[in-house]
C-alpha cells in the first residue's frame, strides 16, 4: 500500500513539474531600422511554440489594388487555401516559383481566379508575370505565435510554453534574426534591425502590355454585348 502511495506522489509531481513547463507569455514588440524609422510586415514568432492540435485553420486573402498586393506578407499555416481576388482594372497573372508551393494563376479579373493551397512551411515570393514592380509574401508556418508587425512597426506576441527568444523575419533581411526575451519578464521590448524600410513594391505603371491588356478586355466586353 506504500509503495502505491509513494508511486502516486512521484506521479502528481511528475504532472506539476510538467505543468510548471508551460508558461503563457505576451509580449509588445516595437522594431525599428537603423535609421531610426519603424519597420513594417515583419514576422514575429517565438521558436519552439507548436500549433495546439484540434485548432481550426482558416483560409487567407491576398488582393491586387492599385498594381500592389495587399497585404505585402501575409502569415499562414500549413495547407492554408489563400484567395487572390484582383480588384484593379486591368488583368494580373500571379506566380510562385518557390520550392514546395509553386503555382501559377494567368490572366484574371474580380474574383475568377481559383484559391491556392500552400502546404510546405517556408517563405513563399509572391510575383505578377504582367507588373514586375508587384511583390508579396506568405509566411507558412505551423508555430501559431507568428505575427507580423504593422505600419508603426508594432506587434504584440502571444504563446504558450517554455521560450527564451524571439526570432524575426523581414523580407529585406538576408537571414531570419533572433533576439532573447527580456529576462525582468518586461511587457514590452524594443529592437533595432539592420536594415532601412523600403517599399518593394513600386509605384504603378502604365506599361505599354496594360494597355494592351485593356483594349483585349473592353474589345472583349463590346463582343460579349
Not at 519603424?38 to 483560409?59: D, S
Not at 492554408?80 to 494567368?106: C, I, M, Q, W
Not at 508594432?154 to 523575419?169: H, N
Request: glycine fraction near 8%; proline fraction near 8%; charge should be negative.
Amino acid at each position: 500500500m506504500r509503495v502505491g502511495v509513494v508511486q502516486w506522489l512521484f506521479m502528481a509531481l511528475g504532472c506539476v513539474l510538467c505543468l510548471g513547463e508551460v508558461i503563457a507569455g505576451e509580449l509588445q514588440v516595437q522594431l525599428a531600422g537603423s535609421d531610426g524609422q519603424p519597420v513594417p510586415f515583419a514576422v514575429l514568432t517565438v521558436p519552439g511554440v507548436e500549433a495546439l492540435p484540434g485548432v481550426p485553420r482558416g483560409g487567407a486573402t491576398v488582393d491586387q489594388r492599385e498594381r500592389r498586393f495587399d497585404p505585402l506578407v501575409t502569415t499562414i499555416a500549413p495547407g492554408t487555401e489563400v484567395t487572390f481576388p484582383n480588384s484593379d482594372d486591368t488583368r494580373h497573372h500571379v506566380y510562385s516559383f518557390s520550392p514546395g508551393n509553386a503555382f501559377e494563376l494567368k490572366l484574371f479579373r474580380a474574383n475568377d481566379a481559383p484559391p491556392v493551397a500552400f502546404n510546405a512551411p517556408g517563405v513563399v515570393t509572391l510575383g505578377c508575370n504582367i507588373h514586375d514592380s508587384m511583390k508579396a509574401y506568405l509566411y507558412v508556418s505551423a508555430n501559431p505565435s507568428a505575427v507580423v508587425t504593422d505600419t508603426e512597426g508594432s506587434a504584440t506576441l502571444r504563446w504558450e510554453g517554455a521560450a527564451t527568444a524571439i526570432e524575426v523575419w523581414h523580407p529585406q533581411l538576408s537571414t531570419p534574426l533572433q533576439f532573447p526575451l527580456p529576462a525582468d519578464g518586461a511587457g514590452s521590448l524594443a529592437l533595432e534591425l539592420p536594415m532601412a524600410w523600403q517599399d518593394p513594391q513600386g509605384s504603378k505603371s502604365d506599361s505599354e502590355l496594360e494597355n494592351m491588356l485593356k483594349r483585349f478586355s473592353r474589345d472583349a466586353n463590346q463582343l460579349s454585348q
